[in-house]
């Protein structure tokens, strides 16, 4: 098996799986007085720090949640924005969990700005820079685009926004670039920040949220805990597992995986005519590749490779069973044949030079035999 | 108060000799839909089926009855001895409280023992009465009722009920007493719809599907396979039959003009299908094809597809508009299934163009550069075989 799908999810490390079970025996609410909950308070708290050290902010500023959805909608849908302050910025290229807030906002009374992009999936920033004004209270832009792994300048962003307006809130979707490439929210100026476990090798149904200031309204009223940001009785295992994998991420392979991911693209583009690639050449996550074979419907290709024990993806798998194209693509000026045949090969630390070229020659095989049905 | 399940079945009442084959097969279903339900006893007497459960199952029965064929209706009644006192008693004591103030109500009554000191009439008149006198609040009315009040002096026993309690069975045949027929299932909404309706009339189904994979992925099949299951609530068991078809459908793409795809491909299915359908003892196929539904319906064309076959193909939604069967589709619970959106890619086999009013010498000709019997032969071996259940 080759799983090229670790932007759905990834596969969970054994250390994680290891926390988890010890948290599952070691059972106690963490907000019990007694010993036991002692315990498993620890547990919280020592993962607490794994997972905040992975992103080189204070223990003080990470609060568990149930994943990069919960996570981006605490923020855009809680904000305490003050009263002058009804603008809001996202980008065309968000994934739904950001962008349905987002329209939810809207109908609200906010005004909403939808920022594009360029041919590369890298947002316009003199756009960026006229939308924003006094009355922005909040800008939201991903790090890592998940279907093209393009790298939003999120330095230059945070520059922008502190430059034309005062007290405006900056979030910035990590989910794709947490753990994977540097993300340092306290030096890039960042208020708030998702993060998502389960991309990282950790479990299903748990993620973080960076939260430099307490300046949202929490969505659930209840005990209190997490100082009251996210009421609720920990998911102790879960966030156990999440602290296991941000230790497992502190040391990674991303050089070794651009290398691979170069190699990837170039054999493609050597041995397949018409294919195009989609995303930045320059910025970019060595962790996602996204190619257009033109003259194809990507399912058909996705379920031939799968049939070869290679597991791809075609757009982002939140919508691929969805018949609308992906909206990152359509911002970028792709054309309709260019986003029916694009397929997403995302990876993780495993990745091997063999696989990379098995990889590949399925490809070619797969695509010249669909090309003759297609024609 | 001892309840008791009273199952009417209609049209089995008219079969002459043949009646108690019909009645046998109708417990026989009945029987298999139930075990895994509730323990009941089941007894036949006077075109009236009788199943005894324990108190607590009496709604889960009723619920899965509704789905047998070959019931007409089913319905709860209070179990009494045969003496007008305690037909009275019982009536009272199970009517009050079921019935609300301001209730018209009539009283029928039916001796089946003639043995039985009063009369039809006398016995309604003297129910409707201690109703009318213990339960306060209703009225008589004995031409337009609320509720209609059934008394029934059978052979064992007294059973006393009202049209409250009384629900619709599915009506047509029991399962099995019309023969087997083989089903060409798509995950479309007119071909489950159209083994509904051969199924009803008492005729087991086996099922075809034609798995194009990679052009389909494992979640059209898993659709295919779950419309099947629905299906089987009514029928019970069905054999499935997956047939790799996407080897022929590379072929005709390669050989064959992309205008008579369509065509030649269902040509292919209708002789699949026989053949299983000849393995399986059936006596006929059933499609979901609709008049002008589509190009490959035009009567032209349901000539070109059936000429290849020498069984009956029964269409039972033939006539039917795509409202009428989308109406069936939701009324038995396969409407939200067939339309998942899990099949999208076979539409790279579909022609934007398709010939609508083929001629046979003309697909016949395009289709001889295919080696039909070979194709058939790898098909038909290749074929997985799954035996669906009702859950």
Redesign the interface.
Known sequence: MIYLDNAATTKPCKEAIEAAEEAFINFANPSSLHRLGLEAEKMVLSARKAVAALCGCADSEIYFTSGGTESNNTVIRGIKAPKKKNHLITTKIEHPSVKEPFEIMKESGFRVDYIGVDEDGTINLDELYDKLDSETALVSVMHVNNETGTVQPIDKISKLIKQRTAGAFFHVDAVQSYGKIPFLPEKLGVDFASFSAHKINGIKGIGALYAKSAKILPWAAGGGQQKGIRSGTENVPGIAAFGAAAKFHLNNNASEIARLRGLFLKNIEENIPNVRYNGSRVDFSPYILNVSFLGI?A??????L??RGIYVSTGSACSS???MPSPTLVAMGRTKEEINGAVRFSFDDTLTENDVNEAVAALCDEVAKIR???R | MKEIILVKYGEIILKGGNRPVFERALMKNIKNALQNIADIKMDIAQATIYIETEPDRMDAVCDRLEKVFGIVSVTRACVCEKDIESIKSAAISYLSGVMEKGTSFKVEAKRSDKKFPLDSIKIAQEVGGAIDDNIEGLEVDVHNPDVLVRVEVRDAAAYVYSTLNKRAGRCGMPTGTGGKATLLLSGGIDSPVSGYMIAKRGVEINAVNFFS?????DRAKEKVIELARILSEYTSKINLFIVPFTDIQ?KI??KCPFEHMTLIMRRFMMRIAEIVAKKTSSAALITGESVGQVASQTLAALNVTNYVCSMPVLRPVIGMDKNEIVNIAREIGTFETSIL??E??CT??TPKHPTTNPKLDVIEKSERVLDVDELIKEAVAGIEKIEIYPE
Do not use: G, W
């Not at chain 1, 399912?299 to 031939?304: K, N, P, S």
């Open positions: 419907k399912e058909i290709l996705l379920h031939a799968e049939s069973n969805k018949p003759q049905v297609m | 994979y990679p052009y389909t992925s590379l793409r390669d959106p899990y999208d890619c790279v086999f």
